[in-house]
C-alpha cells in the first residue's frame, strides 16, 4: 500500500527560476494537503485541494504561490521566481476526507504526509 | 484563530518516562493529534484525540481535556529510536484538514 509519494525530494533552484513540486496521494484519497515547513519552525498549512477544485487556500502566499490537483495525475504546487526565503520543506498530506474512504489503519480523522520535497534556493 | 504552545526541548535517559504538554486556543475543534518527526523526514501519525480522556497504544499514549485546552503525549520505556521532534496540532472545526501545528517538542534520549 504505496503511500504518499513526493518527487522530487531535493531541488535546488537558482533565485528568480521556478520550482513545481509533485504530489501523488494515498491510493482512495482524494484530498490532497500542502504544508510548509521553514528551519527550526512548525508546520504551516497553505493549501487543501480536492480532483479539479481548490476548497482552502488561506495559506497560501498571495504572490507567486500557487496549486492544482487535476483529474488525472499529481497535485502540483508551483512557486515562480523563487527567493531565498521560499527555502524550506514542502510537505503535502492525503486523507479521504471527513466523508471517509478506504480503511485506514489508525482513524480516518487524521492526514497523512509524504516525504518532503526540500527547496534550496541559490 | 489557534495558538499551539509545547515545550521547545526536553531530555530523558533511555527506559525512562517522558511527559510532552501542549495547550491551545481553538475557536473550533476537531481533534487533537500527536505526530513524530525525525530530522529530515515527514511526519508520521502517532494518536488522536476528540473525547476527553486517555487513549493508549503501546509505549506511547495521549491524553486530552477539551475544557482546559489540554493535551499531553507521554512515551514509556523510551529508547534511543524515540528522538525526535514530537508535534502536537488542532485540526479546526471549520475546515477539515487545515491543521494548526505547534513548533514541534525535541526529545533527547541519552545512554
Known amino acids: 500500500n504505496a503511500g504518499v509519494m513526493q518527487n522530487p525530494r531535493h531541488l535546488v533552484r537558482r533565485r528568480g527560476q521556478e520550482a513545481r513540486l509533485r504530489c501523488s496521494p494515498m491510493?482512495?484519497?482524494?484530498?490532497v494537503y500542502w504544508y510548509r515547513q521553514l528551519p527550526e519552525e512548525g508546520l504551516k498549512f497553505m493549501v487543501y485541494?480536492?480532483?479539479?477544485?481548490?476548497?482552502?487556500e488561506s495559506g497560501m502566499p498571495k504572490e507567486r504561490f500557487s496549486a492544482e490537483f487535476p483529474k488525472e495525475g499529481p497535485s502540483i504546487l508551483r512557486i515562480q521566481q523563487v527567493v531565498r526565503g521560499d527555502s524550506a520543506a514542502y510537505f503535502c498530506a492525503s486523507s479521504p476526507g471527513p466523508d471517509g474512504g478506504a480503511a485506514e489503519p489508525y482513524s480516518g480523522n487524521t492526514i497523512y504526509f509524504g516525504e518532503g520535497s526540500w527547496l534550496t534556493v541559490v | 484563530g489557534q495558538n499551539i504552545d509545547q515545550p521547545t526541548e526536553m531530555t530523558a535517559t533511555e527506559g525512562a518516562i517522558v511527559q510532552i504538554n501542549c495547550t491551545y486556543q481553538t475557536s473550533g475543534f476537531n481533534g487533537l493529534f500527536w505526530y513524530q518527526q525525525h530530522a529530515g523526514e515527514a511526519p508520521t501519525f502517532l494518536s488522536y484525540n476528540v473525547l476527553d480522556g486517555l487513549e493508549e497504544k503501546g509505549r506511547f499514549s495521549s491524553f486530552l481535556s477539551r475544557s482546559k485546552g489540554y493535551s499531553y503525549l507521554l512515551l514509556k520505556e523510551l529508547q534511543m529510536k524515540d528522538s525526535a521532534s514530537y508535534l502536537c496540532?488542532?485540526?479546526?472545526?471549520?475546515?477539515?484538514?487545515?491543521?494548526?501545528f505547534g513548533a514541534g517538542t525535541q526529545v533527547v534520549v541519552t545512554p
Open positions: 485541494l480536492q480532483k479539479e477544485n481548490i476548497i482552502d
Open positions: 491510493k482512495g484519497h482524494s484530498h
Open positions: 496540532a488542532v485540526s479546526p472545526a471549520d475546515s477539515w484538514g487545515k491543521f494548526q
